[in-house]
């Protein structure tokens, strides 16, 4: 049997994940943000003849995806690859995998399961959303050294906490934002609002200056020096056309 340790959230340390398969001699890959994507590690586990799968997601954030998303990406791939292995899902996700808890997973095997998922598409996710803030964590590799993998989690709860729903603020993971020195960097749009040195010490305030009270969090705000519009550009009712 093939055992594919799989990231499930944007906050997981990935070479820490591959380190953790790698010692138990699993492949590893990431449902977001990082590389290699599960499709594509089961497609070259399938390539190279694999004849049984087993799933083990690990390590998600409050604010991430669970198990059914593991479902509908693995399901997905099910259905588009011909002749594909049996895929096994391990019956629980593990929220922080070391080695004992990986090798007893791999020996307790899993379910197999069928291609009848939900897929991937649904009308609930047609429409751009209506969010106010989209506040941006930037997970490049100085701000993940410098705790940016805590951050995702924070604004979640902080979120919450404050009774902001998907209407109000966004958060969502990014590569380098290019301020390293100030990391970890979050930046907040469209208000153009770049925070560095951002802790999760830090969050409750952002949230509650920037994001309920519409103020900028000003001990944390970075100077920010735009470059001039490009002079060819033309505005029209859908916006500018460079």
């Known amino acids: 049997m093939t055992a594919i340790l799989v990231g499930m959230s944007a906050g997981v340390d990935p070479d820490a ?5 790698r010692a138990a001699d699993a492949e590893v890959a990431f449902l977001q943000v990082h590389d290699p994507a599960l499709i594509d590690v089961l497609t070259s586990v399938a ?28 399901a997905h791939w099910l259905r588009s690859y011909d002749g594909a292995p049996t895929l096994r899902l391990a019956p629980q996700l593990l929220a922080a995998p070391d080695e004992e808890l990986l090798a007893a997973a791999i020996a307790a095997g899993g379910t197999p ?3 009848d998922a939900a897929p991937l598409h649904s009308p609930a996710w047609e429409k751009v959303p209506r969010h106010r803030h989209q506040v941006l964590v930037c997970r490049g590799p100085r701000c993940s050294a410098l705790g940016a993998s805590a ?9 919450r906490r404050a009774g902001l729903g998907d209407d109000d603020a966004l958060v ?12 970890p960097v979050v930046t907040v749009q469209p208000d153009d609002a770049w925070y560095g ?20 969090a000003a001990h944390l705000l970075l100077p920010r020096e735009r470059s001039a519009a490009r002079a060819s550009a033309e505005y029209s009712d859908r916006g500018p056309r460079l």
């Open 197 to 216: 040195r951002v802790t999760v010490d830090e969050v409750p305030g952002l949230v509650e200056a920037h994001l309920l009270n519409e103020e900028r």
């Open 151 to 159: 951050l995702t989690s924070a604004f979640g709860d902080e979120l």
């Open 113 to 115: 399961m069928a291609d």
């Open 17 to 21: 994940l591959t380190g953790l398969a």
């Open 172 to 183: 969502t993971v990014t590569g380098c934002q290019f301020p390293c020195n100030h990391a």
């Open 47 to 74: 390539d190279r003849g694999a004849s049984d799968v087993l799933l083990i997601g690990a390590g998600w954030a409050q604010s991430g995806p669970k198990r059914s998303w593991l479902r509908r990406v693995a």
